[in-house]
């Protein structure tokens, strides 16, 4: 069953009691690319991968996973999916080799392929050495890393990661993030939610930007962040009366003000524009007690897309598309 | 492109086999994995010992000398009683299990497996059956250390061991269901603490015909009660009467509700 799309999933709600929480989901992962699905807490990303794993059913709108319905053919949903929910799903009294071993023999391995299958896994993810301690021993790398293993053993084509790496140190992340390289390298679809832009930033070949329930942008990282500006420079004010001036004295695209911190981040588009933003400060002598240049963070990229979807007349760089498939950059 | 992910490289995929055969292999395997929680954390087992344990002590040497019992030694018509205790806190037990698995996230993980669903509740369950074995092989040598003396056949007890494992997996039932419906694991142990006293109010440390008339009906009829007497009378060479086909019947029915329930919860908890 070849459909150029691993998962198809069209006006999806969900609803729980009177709170919904999808409110018509769009998406469209093509085969063997990687999808970021990016949003802050609650913004649902979790429920898109509970109904795309088959724990919860859409109320309303068709998800379609491997060529499979989620809601008519569970079975078969479920025998194409690896799913990394983002609490760790082992067993805590269980050693590493044991918990994949178990979960082999649940997917229809014998004894011995279940036990070479986890010793491979083990090794791929540098795990062979705690395999035979209990998993509540491990840290929490460890048991990220073999929480995808587990959901690896026999190889899907459709891996759902939720948040993989939320909580993680910048080491573990790193050795997460090449394995999901590696798994994107040997033809696997992968959807996977995150809070980081940097991650979606790093992994993903399209990238959707969900917010209460509804995707209000979508495109390459590339395309998300040239409404933030590539780079950022922030300032720090010296005193709430120079923060205040300086706030109305700066414009630009995707600016903030934070006033407890006295910063004000903007866009820019080169070096150059530090110097302009000093001179203009300087002449209108504001000081500053510190400056620094920053690469945008979800938090800008939303800022910059909720500001927009409230102010028509401006131009929007990237409008929220409601077909699945629209490739942005044919607009830009 | 994707020929390799979809078969699965590196790893014999599953011949064909029956739909059954694999639901036997997954609730086996998940069987086997609560058993194995049992040598990990043998610390539940202990307590679940201690209790009937304490009981059966505190009876024997504290208790026991005010209680009339007619005309057999006090020790012999206690242990019937600590024995249906002993299985009770072991079954009850199942209600917390199930509720803290569920709470873990390893369901979840079983939920996306292509799997049979029923294991997961089926294997906690019969685990549940053994460690009440387990405990009931304890309480009886502790008895019989403390002077119990059966006087029953090998067939007595063989019927006495089956009647308790009905019960024990019958309550297991129950308590599963209870584990499904809490959304707390003190909301499970609440919840189980009302069967966990089932047994005081039977005929386990005393005589009904002691008891005022209200509480009396009550105590009389309810099914623990037949549990006991069906066990005592068979422990004590005794005739059972009618009572144990009640007593059978009785728990037979409630597993055939209970059984069907926890199931039906457990497919709908996600939905």
Redesign the interface.
Known sequence: MEHEYAIQVHELRKNYGRVEVLKGVDLAVR??TLLALLGPNGSGKTTVV?TL?????PSRGSVVVNGHDVTRRR?GV??S?G?V?Q????????SGR?NLV??G??????KT?AA??AA?LLERFELTEAADR?VKTYSGGMKRRLDLA??L?????VLLLDEPTTGLDPRSRAVLWEAIRQLLG????ILLTTQYLEEADRLADQIAVLDEGRIIARGTADQLKQGVGRERVAVVLSGPEDFRRAGDLLVGPGLTRDPETRTISVAIDGPSRVKQLLDLLAEHSLAIDSLSLTKPTLDDVFFALTQRASDPPDPDPMPARREPNDELGATR | ??T???T???????DIRTKLY?AI??NL??I??YL??LT??PDQLFTALMLPATLLLLFRFMFGGAIDVGNTAYVNYLVPGILVISVTMVAVSTSVAVQSDMQ???V????????ADS?VIIGHVVAAVVRAAISLVAMVGLGIAVGFRPAGSALDWVLVAGTLLLFALALAWVAATLGLVARSADGASGLGLILMFSPYASSAFVQPESLPDGLRGFVEHQPVTLVVDTVRALLLGLPVGNTGWYAVLWWVAILGVAAPVATRLYHRR??
Do not use: C
């Open positions: 085969r063997g509970k794993s088959t724990l919860t059913r079975d479920r025998s999916i799913v929910s609490f760790v799903a082992l067993d805590w009294l269980h044991e178990l979960l023999r649940l997917q229809k391995l014998s392929s070479r299958r491979q209990p587990a959901s053993i026999v190889i899907p084509p040997e033809g696997i679809t | 492109m994707t390799q992910a979809q699965g490289q590196g790893v014999d995929r599953p694999w292999n997954d395997v998940l086997g994995r194995q929680h990990r954390s873990e996230g390893v979840d993980r079983y939920r996306t497996i292509a799997m294991a996600y939905a």
